[in-house]
């Protein structure tokens, strides 16, 4: 079973920076894809960023210039670094992976780390 823990969550002013993590149970390179995604309060789960096997990067218009996800192969983990961060940035974001085993498709989910900025 693949696990996935985000860390790296909390409050800071806009403007500010924090340094998303997440942390996976076993070797990432077995994933097709790993990405992060963000879910506000009312609102539906959006995508943030997403890393390809190949550390193709891909994101969100509104995250463009701003966020940077990467990955390290040696360590089991995905980052995603936040910078000019605004209050509309605010959610809870969470960790995800897609692995392919044969013809099958599998999704995975952290249990995702909140992220709020305000003054």
């Known amino acids: 079973q693949v696990q996935l823990v985000e860390s790296g969550g909390g409050l800071v002013q806009p403007g500010g920076s924090l340094r998303l993590s997440c942390a996976a149970s076993?070797?990432?390179?077995?994933?097709?894809?790993m990405g992060w995604y963000r879910q506000a309060p009312g609102k539906q789960r959006e995508l943030v960023a997403t890393?390809?096997?190949?550390?193709?990067?891909g994101y969100a218009d509104s995250m463009k210039g701003r966020f940077t996800i990467s990955r390290d192969n040696a360590k089991n983990t995905m980052f995603l670094q936040m910078n000019s961060l605004k209050p509309e940035d605010t959610a809870v974001y969470y960790c995800?992976?897609?692995?392919?085993?044969?013809?099958?498709?599998?999704?995975?989910w952290g249990q995702g780390t909140q992220v709020t900025v305000s003054s």
């Open positions: 890393i390809s096997s190949g550390d193709s990067a």
């Open positions: 995800n992976a897609v692995q392919w085993m044969g013809a099958s498709r599998r999704s995975y």
């Open positions: 076993g070797n990432i390179t077995r994933f097709y894809a």
